[in-house]
């Protein structure tokens, strides 16, 4: 825009906005702008998230890039549709672009232009990047970007974030956009004083910056604008006397757009016949979402997952595992026999021993999943999965925040802000949390190998793996079952649809794996493991220390058993030990709520661990380290899970048989044992109501599973 050029230079922050149809590529250009200079956050009043990055057009001119959510044109549905759309509209108190970089999909060119167009017709400074250049190529799709260009009336060019093309030239067609060597054109794209011209003659003599087709927009959702009492009173009064009709204008604009739309693509694009050859996508697609084989196919794929995170892990899990207990027998001969070197052991090296051995686990598991997404296989589970989400009350972009909530339920609950329909929206973060997320992943681990053997049917089919596929598989059934029965509950009634553009398939970034995997372990190690460290260090304080002076009376008593002649000196030893855990602070709770935990087949150690791990699901496997390990002088060389594996109950029967080890297994499955999952749903629901239903249908129906189990197999 005249005028504005050279002064938006000086600002002391240029912004450059980021928009785009979802799935056009833009995540993937905006990494490459601003590679590690990223932050991630939340626009101001709402939960979505904001990212933002800093990169450098040229010496000495750097630029803030803020991500915006994808949407598909500017009229909003969603939430996240809505702070893109305040931020283009100059509705937004903390931002305003500088400039608008539209991401374009080179490949469905026709549908992202209607977008790209609109953004045109703000006349705000706008540069299309124009992505998946190979993938048009591929369908025999030939654009001229010059007469694109001139048809448009702004830059346009070609980049290829995956590969680092183009980018220069996008970066430079930016600084040039900023010094208004391009401005915006003078003519619309489309007659929009022919929807409502006295209408926006009206509005801009109140507005007079605004443009014709910024002035529509005014008149249709100035309600959602930040404008005061008497300015939306002004446009209520235009609307009546002109008899301003929202639909109508936008129908009418839509059919304008894409009449325009047309001629621009027959004059700069030119495009196979479509009675060509069926592209291997489509192909694949006929066998992948086939309604028999797409369903075997992608058990398939999830067995191979589960399978993959115990064959490819074992070995460096048993390193990890094999390498501490090394350490802590090295320290225990090494250092004095004092509380100090007890602390060190017992509370810092199992606390640290408990986080780090599942990071091979983690790290592979998402590194698998990485390959899925890249892939574009994790779209087509959506599309599979619609029926069946619709017969209990959700739709398939249900899929997506349930499958995410196998990595972790909090961004999970975040992402169905995706979901426009309020009811499949509350049912889906109802449900999300009985996915298995990676946290349960370390509890599942150590007492499937525990109670379950290490065999194999067929030869090939490793039982342990299956195991854990029945686990994820029993969360996510009974998470349908739970919603078919709540959406009877939650009235209410809003029309749904399920509208979903399945990717084209093609190669996975290999170099965007390992940094995923490297970022997951590093997010593990460092926010889980705080927490479990934390609570490691609290357990050893409350398992070697006990109230008044029981910890000395029962000194006496054993040293003074020791003493006489014919003493059993290592079975005396061994109840020593136990006498002093029990007698401690951890002792005492778990003795309180063992009579609620029997009847679940479980003990006062793992009492203490289900207290601990509402914290964190994980810091169950840290909490067993922990009191498995304090007052054991002479096993400090055994491994977690050969503690575990011999300890006994009173009457000499192990504590961890198959009937409890399965019904500690099922309570992990359904139990909320997680306060960041309950803080994000009263967050996402804006009330305390549905995280205190959660936690208690969450809760009863984890103690009633694993009871069921526990009588079955004892």
């Given at each position: 825009?005249?005028?504005?050029?050279?002064t938006?230079?000086?600002?002391?922050k240029?912004?450059?906005?980021?928009?785009g149809?979802?799935?056009?590529?833009k995540?993937?250009?905006?990494n490459?702008?601003?590679?590690?200079?990223?932050?991630?956050?939340?626009?101001?009043?709402?939960?979505v998230?904001?990212?933002t990055?800093?990169?450098?057009?040229?010496?000495g001119l750097?630029?803030?890039?803020?991500?915006?959510?994808?949407?598909?044109?500017?009229?909003?549905?969603?939430?996240?549709?809505?702070?893109?759309?305040?931020?283009?509209?100059?509705?937004?108190?903390?931002?305003?672009?500088?400039v608008?970089?539209?991401?374009?999909?080179?490949?469905?060119?026709?549908?992202?232009?209607?977008?790209?167009t609109?953004?045109?017709?703000?006349?705000?400074?706008?540069?299309?990047?124009?992505?998946?250049?190979?993938?048009?190529?591929?369908?025999?799709?030939?654009?001229?970007?010059?007469?694109?260009?001139?048809?448009?009336?702004?830059?346009?060019?070609?980049?290829?974030?995956?590969?680092?093309?183009?980018?220069?030239?996008?970066?430079?067609?930016i600084?040039?956009?900023?010094?208004?060597?391009?401005?915006?054109?003078?003519?619309?794209?489309?007659d929009?004083?022919?929807?409502?011209?006295?209408?926006?003659?009206?509005?801009?003599?109140?507005?007079?910056?605004?443009?014709?087709?910024?002035?529509?927009?005014y008149?249709?959702?100035?309600?959602?604008?930040?404008?005061?009492?008497?300015?939306q009173?002004?446009?209520?009064?235009?609307?009546?006397k002109?008899?301003?009709?929202?639909t109508?204008?936008q129908?009418?604009?839509?059919?304008?757009?894409y009449?325009?739309?047309?001629?621009?693509m027959?004059?700069?694009?030119?495009?196979?016949?479509?009675?060509?050859?069926?592209?291997?996508?489509?192909?694949?697609?006929n066998?992948?979402?086939?309604?028999?084989?797409?369903y075997?196919?992608?058990?398939?794929?999830?067995?191979?997952?589960?399978?993959?995170?115990?064959w490819?892990?074992?070995?460096?899990?048993?390193?990890?595992?094999?390498?501490?207990?090394?350490?802590?027998?090295?320290?225990?001969?090494?250092l004095?026999?004092?509380?100090?070197?007890?602390?060190?052991?017992?509370?810092?090296?199992a606390?640290l021993?408990?986080?780090?051995?599942?990071?091979?686990q983690?790290?592979i598991?998402?590194?698998?999943?990485?390959?899925?997404?890249?892939?574009?296989?994790?779209?087509?589970?959506?599309?599979?999965?619609?029926?069946?989400?619709?017969?209990?009350?959700?739709?398939?972009?249900?899929?997506?925040?349930?499958?995410?909530?196998?990595?972790?339920?909090?961004?999970?609950?975040?992402?169905?802000?995706n979901?426009?329909?309020?009811?499949?929206?509350?049912?889906?973060?109802?449900?999300?949390?009985?996915?298995?997320?990676?946290?349960?992943?370390?509890?599942?681990?150590?007492?499937?190998?525990?109670?379950?053997?290490?065999?194999?049917l067929?030869?090939?089919?490793?039982?342990?793996?299956?195991?854990?596929?029945?686990?994820?598989?029993?969360?996510?059934?009974l998470?349908l079952?739970?919603?078919?029965?709540?959406?009877?509950?939650?009235?209410?009634?809003?029309?749904?649809?399920?509208?979903?553009?399945?990717?084209?398939?093609?190669?996975?970034?290999?170099?965007?794996?390992?940094?995923?995997?490297?970022?997951?372990?590093r997010?593990?190690v460092?926010d889980?493991?705080?927490?479990?460290?934390?609570?490691?260090?609290?357990?050893?304080?409350?398992?070697?220390?006990?109230?008044g002076?029981?910890?000395q009376?029962?000194?006496?008593?054993?040293?003074?058993?020791?003493?006489?002649?014919g003493?059993?000196?290592?079975?005396?030893?061994?109840?020593?030990?136990?006498?002093?855990?029990?007698?401690?602070?951890?002792?005492?709770?778990?003795?309180?709520?063992?009579?609620?935990i029997?009847?679940?087949?479980?003990?006062?150690?793992?009492?203490?661990?289900?207290?601990?791990?509402?914290a964190?699901?994980?810091?169950?496997?840290?909490?067993?380290?922990?009191?498995?390990?304090?007052?054991?002088?002479?096993?400090?060389?055994?491994?977690?899970?050969?503690?575990?594996?011999?300890?006994?109950?009173?009457?000499?029967?192990?504590?961890?048989?198959?009937?409890?080890?399965?019904?500690?297994?099922?309570f992990?499955?359904?139990?909320?044992?997680?306060?960041?999952?309950?803080?994000?749903v009263?967050?996402?629901?804006?009330?305390w109501?549905?995280?205190?239903?959660?936690?208690?249908?969450?809760?009863?129906?984890?103690y009633?599973?694993?009871?069921?189990?526990?009588?079955i197999?004892?």
């Amino acid at each position: 825009m005249p005028g504005q050029g050279h002064t938006s230079l000086k600002k002391e922050k240029l912004h450059i906005a980021l928009v785009g149809n979802p799935n056009s590529g833009k995540t993937s250009l905006f990494n490459s702008l601003t590679g590690l200079n990223q932050q991630v956050g939340n626009f101001p009043g709402v939960t979505v998230d904001k990212k933002t990055g800093a990169t450098s057009l040229s010496p000495g001119l750097s630029v803030e890039i803020i991500d915006l959510p994808g949407s598909y044109s500017l009229y909003p549905k969603r939430l996240d549709e809505w702070v893109s759309y305040k931020v283009l509209l100059n509705q937004d108190t903390d931002i305003k672009a500088d400039v608008v970089v539209a991401v374009a999909d080179a490949s469905n060119l026709k549908r992202n232009l209607l977008f790209c167009t609109q953004l045109i017709d703000l006349k705000t400074p706008v540069v299309i990047a124009l992505t998946m250049m190979d993938l048009a190529n591929r369908k025999g799709i030939k654009i001229d970007i010059p007469a694109l260009e001139r048809e448009l009336g702004v830059p346009v060019v070609a980049v290829n974030p995956r590969k680092n093309k183009g980018i220069p030239q996008l970066k430079k067609t930016i600084e040039q956009t900023l010094q208004q060597l391009y401005q915006a054109p003078a003519r619309d794209f489309i007659d929009n004083k022919a929807l409502a011209e006295t209408s926006i003659q009206d509005v801009q003599a109140r507005f007079p910056e605004l443009s014709d087709y910024a002035a529509i927009h005014y008149l249709i959702n100035h309600e959602s604008f930040a404008l005061s009492n008497e300015m939306q009173e002004t446009i209520e009064q235009i609307e009546i006397k002109n008899k301003f009709n929202p639909t109508k204008t936008q129908a009418e604009e839509i059919l304008q757009r894409y009449g325009r739309i047309r001629q621009v693509m027959q004059t700069a694009v030119s495009e196979p016949d479509p009675l060509q050859k069926t592209l291997f996508t489509e192909k694949l697609d006929n066998l992948l979402l086939h309604r028999v084989w797409g369903y075997l196919i992608l058990l398939g794929v999830l067995f191979l997952l589960f399978q993959s995170v115990f064959w490819l892990a074992q070995f460096p899990m048993d390193w990890i595992e094999l390498g501490f207990a090394k350490l802590s027998q090295a320290l225990s001969t090494s250092l004095p026999d004092n509380r100090w070197t007890d602390l060190l052991i017992n509370g810092v090296v199992a606390g640290l021993s408990g986080i780090l051995v599942f990071v091979p686990q983690i790290m592979i598991l998402f590194g698998l999943i990485t390959l899925l997404e890249d892939s574009g296989y994790m779209a087509r589970i959506s599309f599979l999965s619609d029926r069946l989400m619709r017969n209990v009350g959700l739709n398939g972009k249900s899929v997506m925040p349930m499958i995410s909530g196998f990595a972790c339920a909090v961004p999970a609950i975040m992402s169905a802000r995706n979901i426009e329909n309020r009811k499949e929206r509350l049912l889906t973060i109802l449900i999300t949390p009985l996915m298995s997320c990676s946290a349960r992943l370390p509890v599942y681990t150590i007492l499937i190998g525990l109670v379950i053997p290490k065999t194999y049917l067929l030869g090939f089919l490793g039982v342990q793996g299956l195991v854990m596929m029945g686990l994820y598989l029993l969360g996510l059934v009974l998470a349908l079952i739970v919603s078919y029965v709540a959406k009877w509950f939650i009235r209410i009634n809003e029309k749904s649809f399920f509208i979903l553009e399945l990717p084209t398939y093609r190669s996975p970034r290999w170099n965007n794996v390992l940094p995923t995997m490297i970022n997951k372990a590093r997010i593990f190690v460092f926010d889980a493991g705080k927490v479990i460290m934390i609570i490691s260090l609290v357990l050893w304080g409350l398992s070697s220390f006990a109230p008044g002076n029981r910890m000395q009376q029962l000194s006496d008593k054993y040293e003074k058993a020791l003493t006489m002649p014919g003493a059993d000196t290592a079975r005396l030893k061994n109840e020593y030990k136990s006498a002093k855990l029990e007698s401690s602070y951890a002792g005492i709770m778990g003795k309180s709520i063992e009579p609620v935990i029997t009847p679940l087949g479980y003990d006062w150690k793992i009492g203490i661990a289900l207290i601990t791990s509402f914290a964190a699901r994980e810091v169950f496997v840290g909490t067993m380290a922990t009191l498995y390990s304090v007052g054991d002088e002479d096993e400090g060389s055994l491994l977690l899970k050969e503690k575990m594996k011999a300890a006994v109950r009173p009457d000499g029967t192990p504590v961890f048989n198959l009937a409890a080890g399965l019904s500690l297994m099922i309570f992990y499955v359904f139990a909320m044992q997680c306060m960041s999952t309950l803080a994000v749903v009263k967050r996402e629901t804006k009330s305390w109501k549905w995280p205190i239903i959660q936690l208690i249908y969450m809760t009863a129906l984890a103690y009633l599973m694993s009871w069921v189990v526990y009588q079955i197999f004892k």
